[in-house]
C-alpha cells in the first residue's frame, strides 16, 4: 500500500463547478498535512497546511479526519487558473518525531472548462 | 526577498557519467531537502541536509549523494546515472524548528539520461 493515496483523474469541471479532492494516509502517527498545487513542468508550491479543525483560504477548504487518515480539498467556483496538479502531502514520522522527509501523493489533476 | 534557486534548469548526461545539480535555499532558511520526480508521480524524497550533515535519507542508492556548505547551500552528486535517473530534481528549503515542515520549493533541474 502507498503512504498517501490520491485519485490521480483527470477530473475535468466547468467554470463555475465544486470539486473535491480525497486523499488517504497510512500512517497514524503523521503530524503535518498539506496541500500542494503543480502546474505543468513547474515546480509544487504550498496551497495550504491542513489542520485538525480544518481551514479555509477563499475559495479553498481544507479538512483533516484523523480517525479515517483522510485528507480532502474542496474549491468553489472553479476558475480557468485553477487547473492543476493538486498533490497531497504528509510529513514522515520516526517514533515520536518528525523526520523532515515531506511524502508525496500521486497528485490529482484538474482541468478546469471554459 | 530571493526564493530557492537551483542550476542547471536543464541537463543532458549519458548513461554511467556523473552529474552535480546546485540548490540555494529562500533567505532565512537552513536546511535543504532534495526530491526526485518521475513523470507523472509525486517528488520522492532523497535526503535531507541541515548543518552540513545528512539528517534523512530516502530509499535512494548510495550513487546519490550530497553536501551542504556553510551558506547553507547544498549540492546532488549522482555517479553512474542509469536511464531511469532521467527526472526533475527538486530542492525546498525549510527552517528547522520553526516546527511546521513547511517546505519550499525551487524551479528544479531537469534531467535527461541517454
Not at chain 1, 4 to 19: L, S
Not at chain 1, 26 to 46: I, V
Given at each position: 500500500?502507498?503512504?498517501?493515496?490520491?485519485?490521480?483523474?483527470?477530473?475535468?469541471?466547468?467554470?463555475?463547478?465544486?470539486?473535491?479532492?480525497?486523499?488517504t494516509y497510512?500512517?497514524?502517527?503523521?503530524?503535518?498535512?498539506?496541500?500542494?498545487?503543480?502546474?505543468?513542468?513547474?515546480?509544487?508550491?504550498?496551497l495550504m497546511s491542513v489542520?485538525?479543525?480544518?481551514?479555509?483560504?477563499?475559495?479553498?477548504?481544507?479538512?483533516?479526519?484523523r480517525a479515517s487518515q483522510y485528507i480532502s480539498l474542496l474549491i468553489r467556483d472553479s476558475k480557468l487558473s485553477d487547473s492543476a496538479t493538486y498533490l497531497c502531502v504528509v510529513?514522515?514520522?520516526?517514533?515520536?518525531?518528525?523526520?523532515?522527509?515531506?511524502?508525496?501523493?500521486?497528485?490529482?489533476?484538474?482541468?478546469?472548462k471554459p | 526577498d530571493a526564493g530557492v534557486t537551483q542550476s542547471p534548469t536543464h541537463l543532458i548526461k549519458t548513461r554511467g557519467q556523473q552529474v552535480t545539480l546546485r540548490c540555494s535555499p529562500k533567505s532565512g532558511h537552513d536546511t535543504v531537502s532534495w526530491y526526485q520526480q518521475a513523470l507523472g508521480q509525486g517528488p520522492q524524497f532523497i535526503f535531507q541536509?541541515?548543518?552540513?550533515?545528512?539528517?534523512?535519507?530516502?530509499?535512494?542508492?548510495?550513487?546519490f549523494s550530497g553536501h551542504q556548505f556553510p551558506n547553507y547551500s547544498s549540492e546532488l552528486n549522482v555517479n553512474a546515472l542509469l536511464l531511469g535517473d532521467s527526472a526533475l530534481y527538486l530542492c525546498a528549503s525549510s527552517l528547522l524548528g520553526e516546527g511546521t515542515d513547511t517546505q519550499y520549493f525551487g524551479p528544479g533541474t531537469r534531467l535527461t539520461v541517454l
Open positions: 500500500r502507498k503512504e498517501v493515496e490520491q485519485d490521480p483523474g483527470p477530473f475535468n469541471v466547468p467554470e463555475g463547478a465544486t470539486v473535491a479532492f480525497n486523499c497510512s500512517n497514524s502517527a503523521s503530524q503535518s498535512f498539506f496541500w500542494y498545487r503543480q502546474d505543468c513542468r513547474k515546480e509544487p508550491k504550498l489542520y485538525s479543525s480544518g481551514n479555509e483560504d477563499g475559495r479553498f477548504t481544507a479538512q483533516l479526519n510529513n514522515g514520522r520516526r517514533g515520536s518525531s518528525n523526520t523532515g522527509k515531506l511524502i508525496f501523493g500521486q497528485g490529482t489533476t484538474l482541468q478546469v | 541536509y541541515y548543518e552540513e550533515e545528512e539528517r534523512q535519507r530516502g530509499n535512494f542508492p548510495d550513487r
